[in-house]
């Protein structure tokens, strides 16, 4: 008998959060949703959804997150510049890039990248969805795309940037040999979406992120291995297979 269970990849994109649903054996879809809402909607009816989102912030204190530190370990120096450090929880509350290096610095001592202040809307909606709705820990979990796709490909990281045609080709080899419905769902979503709505990293990030909750389901691993939980009770690691 086929199975029954849906498993869901996420990934920030302009537009949104563009989202992969696999069910069952075979059949695989996609769906953009317009914010966390409608995120939380879709990850209520999955056994295990996957976002690419930092969740679980540090309060105080220089270290940062362990599970950031390990995963850029693990990827080693050419994609370890793609996991950059999550803000800590005070930045949430900045109203600007300068606000938020003050409110950082304050509580780590530590600067904030660009990057990760880009998506502090992002982290902000999704942290207020999982404190909000806590039937969504532990379903709702957090994993990185470049993660996944080592643990996919035999501990190998990508050798190209996902940005570039030769990326996308290269992870999608990856995904075949796990998910051959993966290229057709790829090449849907292209045709489908504008690249200022949806860009094409964005559907490559949220398809890894999808098989990698469903080839994973029942002995996912995390970075670290006991995940220790912030101020909020929600846990910091990164969810791999």
Not at 205 to 216: H, M, P, Q, S, Y
């Amino acid at each position: 008998m086929a199975s029954t269970r849906t498993f869901i990849g996420i990934d920030g994109c302009p537009a949104g959060w563009f989202c992969v649903i696999l069910e069952g054996d075979n059949h695989g879809s996609f769906r953009l949703a317009p914010d966390a809402s409608a995120v939380g909607k879709l990850a209520a009816a999955a056994d295990t959804a996957l976002i690419d989102i930092p969740v679980g912030l540090p309060d105080l204190g220089p270290a940062g997150r362990l599970c950031d530190r390990e995963a850029r370990r693990l990827l080693g120096a050419g994609r370890a510049a793609s996991v950059f450090s999550a803000p800590a929880r005070p930045a949430l509350a900045a109203t600007g890039y300068a606000h938020a290096l003050a409110l950082n610095r304050q509580a780590t001592g530590r600067g904030l990248s660009r990057q990760a202040w880009n998506i502090v809307p992002k982290i902000r909606a999704i942290d207020a969805l999982l404190r909000a709705n806590g039937a969504l820990r532990g379903v709702l979990r957090e994993c990185h795309p470049e993660l996944c796709f080592r643990a996919l490909n035999a501990g190998q990281a990508m050798r190209y940037s996902k940005k570039r045609p030769e990326g996308w080709l290269e992870r999608l080899g990856v995904l075949d040999k796990h998910f051959p419905p993966c290229r057709a769902l790829f090449d849907r979503a292209c045709a489908e979406f504008l690249r200022r709505e949806v860009a094409r990293d964005d559907i490559v990030d949220a398809l890894v992120c999808a098989v990698t909750a469903k080839v994973g389901f029942g002995h996912y691993r995390t970075l670290p291995a006991v995940p220790p939980r912030d101020g909020r009770g929600l846990p910091m690691e990164i969810v791999y297979c």
